[in-house]
């Protein structure tokens, strides 16, 4: 009989812990309220390492003078090349704005395509070159890449293609 008092004892403690209590109970009453943070305060540290290529932002436009980049191209086909091959074309481009263009940052669409540009500013009338590598390791079949330049032109992106029929690399002994 001692067990089922026990028993019922602690069924009725567990029903009685097992209450919904009102969550305004809970809340105490000398709490203040937290200010808010606004949201140029919501990371004053500084990140480590580059900003990924999305986040770069394009150098700001003096005295209202924009640069305009003028390709020649900005498409190139490579055409057919053999699995393994790295091939590179120049994309010549000139200022043909009224300020200096200033290129930020250039991203290949993956790995395998790595731009180069010019670091230092390009004055109106001037000329440059923007070096595009794809290297084909890997890879197979129709291919097309992308290289996304971010500038300080008005529209602040640029974007060149580059395309390849790549044949795989034959087997060993003759496969």
Do not use: W
């Amino acid at each position: 009989m001692n067990t089922r008092l026990l028993f019922m004892f602690v069924f009725l403690l567990s029903i009685a812990a097992c209450k919904n209590d009102n969550a305004l109970s809970k809340i105490d009453p000398n709490a203040q309220d937290v200010p808010v943070v606004s949201e140029d305060q919501l990371n004053p540290e500084p990140n480590i390492g580059p900003a990924p290529a999305a986040e770069v932002k394009a150098p700001a436009v003096t005295n209202g003078k924009y640069p305009v980049m003028q390709f020649e191209t900005k498409a190139h086909d490579f055409g057919k090349i053999n699995g393994g091959d790295k091939v590179s074309f120049d994309f010549k481009f000139t200022n043909t704005g009224t300020g200096d263009l200033v290129i930020a940052n250039a991203v290949g669409s993956c790995g395998c395509t790595v731009p180069e540009y010019p670091k230092e500013p390009v004055a109106p009338g001037k000329s440059g070159v923007m070096k595009v590598t794809f290297n084909s390791a890997g890879k197979s079949g129709m291919q097309q890449k992308t290289v996304t330049i971010t500038t300080n032109t008005k529209s602040q992106k640029e974007l060149l293609t580059i395309k390849a029929a790549i044949t795989p690399q034959s087997g060993i002994l003759g496969h």
